[in-house]
């Protein structure tokens, strides 16, 4: 099993900046990717950025130029830097890691509890 702790969510006012990170821990062989999901009230969970271990990043459109995604491998813990924040970008963002705990396991999706970022206006 693989456990996701995050943190550094709050609240921030517009055009601030807040930083996240995720750290992931357990059986872990390796991790192929790793990244954020956010879910507004109301709407439907969304990815936000995904990174690979060899650092090939996916950014929505909705954050490109404003979030930048890095990983540690040796840490296995990614961090999310979220700049000019909006208050479009209030939401619960997750933690996601896809990752197996041997050579001889299928990958699998793990998830983190969710931290609140909330950008007042």
């Known amino acids: 099993q693989v456990q996701l702790v995050e943190s550094g969510g709050g609240l921030v006012q517009s055009g601030g900046s807040l930083r996240l990170s995720c750290a992931a821990s357990?059986?872990?062989?390796?991790?192929?990717?790793m990244g954020w999901y956010r879910q507004a009230p109301g709407k439907q969970r969304e990815l936000v950025v995904q990174?690979?271990?060899?650092?090939?990043?996916n950014y929505a459109d909705s954050v490109v130029g404003r979030f930048t995604i890095s990983m540690d491998n040796a840490k296995n813990t990614v961090y999310l830097q979220m700049d000019s924040l909006k208050p479009e970008d209030t939401a619960v963002y997750h933690c996601?890691?896809?990752?197996?705990?041997?050579?001889?396991?299928?990958?699998?999706?793990?998830w983190g509890q969710g931290t609140q970022v909330t950008v007042s206006s």
């Open positions: 357990g059986s872990i062989f390796r991790i192929n990717a």
């Open positions: 990174i690979t271990s060899g650092g090939v990043t």
């Open positions: 996601y890691c896809d990752a197996r705990g041997d050579r001889y396991s299928n990958y699998a999706h793990y």
